[in-house]
């Protein structure tokens, strides 16, 4: 699978030089950095990314602008930038064929892990189970501790009832703490087969999952949902 290559479109350089940056720390080489919508489109012409990143109020107009022509050459996912926060101005931005829509303040870490969920989803970002950490000891994050052979986890050197699938989602949480873990990849490790139409399968397991460890399930302080990315766990 080649790079994919990014298109960020933004007239704040620091704004930027802070994405690319997040997004070469997870791994992406290619990208393609412009200010305007004439650049925008030009480099879209020019080096035929996989992705954009258009931020909606540009210096010669609306990214809106740049998605519609976009959109009639590419099919390509497009996230928009924009600190308009009204229902309307999402719902505009979905609507002329965008694929997701952050409003700012962001952090430029959620923006790349929201690139990797798009290119997931048209083939061109694969899950690499291996990049969890690999399971090699017995392992503790705050109240929680799991053993060796992760088959039994713990809560204040307690052991909790857990099915099989629970203890393997505890196990990835307990070996990345306070990494955000796609649903791809915690379906991946613990079911070993692929995400496609699991959804509903993956969230009825935290949800019990949530219920065993949780003082609060329904305000999980552990096992926390990151809206569009997946979920993290604190521990403490």
């Not at 952090?107 to 798009?118: F, I, L, N, T």
């Not at 053993?147 to 393997?168: F, M, P, Q």
């Amino acid at each position: 699978m080649g790079q994919p290559k990014i298109l960020i479109v933004d007239d704040e350089k620091d704004l930027c030089t802070l994405i690319k940056t997040s997004l070469k720390k997870e791994g992406f080489e290619e990208i393609i950095l412009a200010n305007t919508i004439k650049e925008g489109w030009e480099a879209f012409l020019q080096h035929s990314p996989d992705l954009a990143i258009l931020d909606v109020m540009l210096p010669d107009g609306e990214g809106y602008e740049l998605c519609k022509k976009i959109r009639e050459e590419s099919k390509i996912p497009i996230l928009f930038l924009s600190a308009k926060t009204e229902e309307v101005d999402k719902i505009l931005g979905l609507a002329i064929g965008g694929d997701d829509y952050v409003t700012k303040p962001f952090s430029p870490k959620e923006v790349a892990y929201r690139v990797k969920a798009q290119l997931r989803r048209v083939g061109l970002y694969s899950v690499d189970v291996d990049q969890i950490t690999p399971a090699n000891t017995s392992k503790k994050v705050g109240v929680f501790s799991i053993n060796k052979e992760e088959t039994e986890v713990k809560k204040n050197d307690i052991a909790l009832e857990l099915t099989a699938k629970e203890v393997g989602l505890m196990a990835c949480f307990l070996r990345n703490p306070n990494r955000i873990l796609s649903k791809e990849t915690l379906f991946q490790a613990v079911w070993g087969e692929e995400f496609y139409g699991a959804d509903n399968t993956l969230m009825v397991h935290i949800r019990r999952l949530r219920e065993k460890i949780e003082e609060t399930p329904s305000n999980p302080k552990y096992i926390v949902t990151v809206k569009g990315l997946g979920y993290r766990f604190l521990g403490s």
